[in-house]
Every structure is written in C-alpha cells, then in structure tokens.
T-cell receptor
C-alpha cells in the first residue's frame, strides 16, 4: 500500500522478553518518527530520524529502548527486557519534511503496534 | 518547556449540532507551529491542519474551522453541523521552532456524535 506500514499490529510479550517493532514508511519520506501512546493518552515523542541519522532520541524512556534506520528507509524500534509499563501502542510516522529550517509538515501515521506486556 | 492542554476529555453531542474543541498551549519559542490531528477507531492519526505562529488568520475548511488567538494561547477547533463520521479522538499538537521535529501532543478530546 501507499501508507505507513507497521508490524506486528499486536504483540504480547512476557515481562523480560525483547521485542522488535517494524515501520515501513512512505517511499521517499526523509523523516521518520516514533511515538508511544498509552491508553487514553496522546502520543508521546520517542525519537526522530532524518534519513539514516537519528537526530533526536530525547524521548526514549530508558536505555532499554533502541531505534535504528540503517538504510534510511525501514526502521525498527527494539525494546529490551520489557516491563509492564512498556504496554502501549507504538506509532510510527513519516514525512517529506526535513529539518532545514522550513516549517514542519504533515506527519503520516501508521496504524500502530499494540504491545501488551504480561 | 512546551505543553498542550486539552481540558475536555470527552464531548457528546447530537448530530447536526456545532461543537468546539478547546486547545491551550505553552511555549517559550517565539516561532512555533500548531496542529490538529484526528484519530478514528482504526487508530491511524490523520492530519487536519497546521498553523504557523506568525499567521493568526483563522481558517475554514468545509464544516471545520480553527480559531487561533495568540493573546490567550489558544487554538480551538469547531465542527459545524456535526456528523456521526466526525466521531473520533482529536489531538491538538505543538512544535517549537527550536525543536521542530519534536511535536508535542495534547491528551486528546474524545468526540461522540449521536444520531
């Protein structure tokens, strides 16, 4: 499809397991964002990539969270030693916009990966 | 620090009524950007509008209109003649010029339109 694709849509993990969430952005989109959305809350910024460079990772809650985008396209968010408080929907978004001084543009979001940690 | 407050957690109105969703923001940046996104039950956030801080002109798009008031740090969203398909969670968001890649979202307002 032409939109942002995320997989898996649903993931159940036992506490302590490692998980990997994949994001396939819209082709040609330079910017890629990861957000965490807890139940009943707004999305919270985790990290931002421009091409393969991770320019902002200030929102990652701990060193158990790691994101990469090695070829400037597909991105993976990895959570090590999952804990119950990691249960949330993880949203990926992409955009044509890049940090060159222009106004931030529209973000195109995927449907998210819902992580439940037991 | 940047912050977006959507004080209305849930709103329920009857179809065809007008409804306004409130958004109040805080930022130290003199240049900043405001957004509204819609999140239907499918979960995928959909962009509605972006407003730059230096453009205080209000905007209308069909049944949707936005009222940006710098004096009160508000960016309210009005749906005229609401329809059942407008039912969703609506998020107001903010990005400061100094960290334009970091878009901060409010907690959202769940809007239910009853037939």
């Amino acid at each position: 499809g032409a939109g942002v694709s995320q997989s898996p849509r649903y993931k159940v993990a036992k506490r302590g397991q490692d998980v990997a969430l994949r994001c396939d952005p819209i082709s040609g989109h330079v910017s890629l964002f990861w957000y965490q959305q807890a139940l009943g809350q707004g999305p919270e910024f985790l990290t931002y990539f421009q091409n393969e460079a991770q320019l902002d990772k200030s929102g990652l809650p701990s060193d158990r969270f790691f994101a990469e985008r090695p070829e400037g396209s597909v991105s993976t968010l990895k959570i090590q030693r999952t804990q119950q408080e990691d249960s949330a929907v993880y949203l990926c978004a992409s955009s044509l916009w890049e940090t060159s001084g222009s106004s931030p543009g529209e973000l195109f979001f995927g449907e998210g990966s819902r992580l439940t940690v037991l | 620090a940047q912050k977006v407050t959507q004080a209305q957690t849930e709103i329920s109105v009857v179809e065809k009524e007008d409804v306004t969703l409130d958004c109040v923001y805080e930022t130290r940046d003199t240049t900043y950007y405001l957004f509204w996104y819609k999140q239907p039950p499918s979960g995928e956030l959909v962009f509605l509008i972006r407003r730059n801080s230096f453009d205080e002109q209000n905007e209308i798009s069909g049944r949707y209109s936005w009222n940006f008031q710098k004096s009160t740090s508000s960016f309210n969203f009005t749906i005229t003649a609401s329809q059942v398909v407008d039912s969703a969670v609506y998020f107001c968001a903010l990005a400061g010029y100094s960290s334009a890649s970091k878009i901060i979202f409010g907690s959202g307002t769940r809007l239910s339109i009853r037939p």
